[in-house]
């Protein structure tokens, strides 16, 4: 069934790639960022795959190498049909190029004067003549330059490895850290309780099992308790209550949030899961806060 999906999104994503870049005139499957990263492939590679994840997920299967495997293959196929459907769609009209199959197919043209042009010259060709659209300073300056069929080479199978990093990649960003009860077959749900910081740790998680053994009200006054911090941009941690919806069997998530330089200096704050801890959960405690 899971392969049904991913066949879905995989001709979903050739369809969309194609629409985009035939109407719009966009090749998002080549997009580069700085002349070497393929991020357009690795976007559509995970797009091949996504399909057998939001399944997985809303079928409440748990995920496993052979779902992240198929997805990588999916992935693979996507980008050798994008790059066959961008030749099978490629016709001559008034000597330009388009896209919509007006004019001729480009088969019925010869290249290099000697041969017709199969999908493997479409590529050739595609090497030779390719020309990389040059940003300066961030803006578009909309001069194109070609690099060479060497480059052009390089550039086509590192978006081929994009796409498969997408394939490979996708479940984790539907799926990925989500637990699992292996008991009832179901995704587990998480709820956020509170922050606080790390400094005072010790303190707080001898605080939050007492709190753990008292009543409901109890515990929610204690979750909305004030914890003030003592400075900004100290680490802190977020305590995500992760429970089964069905039997309830859970645990605490003490999060590991840790301060980042983001973009402009500013501070971001991102988990590092070194240092995540599980706080385990009797039945009876996550019954009663969930
Ligand atoms: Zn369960």
New binding site residues.
Partial sequence: MFIFFGLISLLLTILADYLIMAFIGISVHSFTLWFILPIGGAILGAFCGKGIFLYLKHANIKATAKHTITSAILAFIGFWAINYFAYFSTYVDDESINNTFKGEHISNYMYNDTEPFTFKNYLEFQFETSESVVSVGGHSSGSSISFGKGYNKTSFYITMLGFIIGGLTVGSTVVGDKSY?D??K?YMKEKKLYDFTYSSFDNEVMALEKALQKTKEEFDDFIKQERPFEEYGEPYITAVLTY?P??K?GFINLKFMEPKKGSGGKLVWEENDKYTKKLPLSNEASSMIV
């Fill in positions: 009860c008991k009832c179901k089964c069905v039997c069997d």
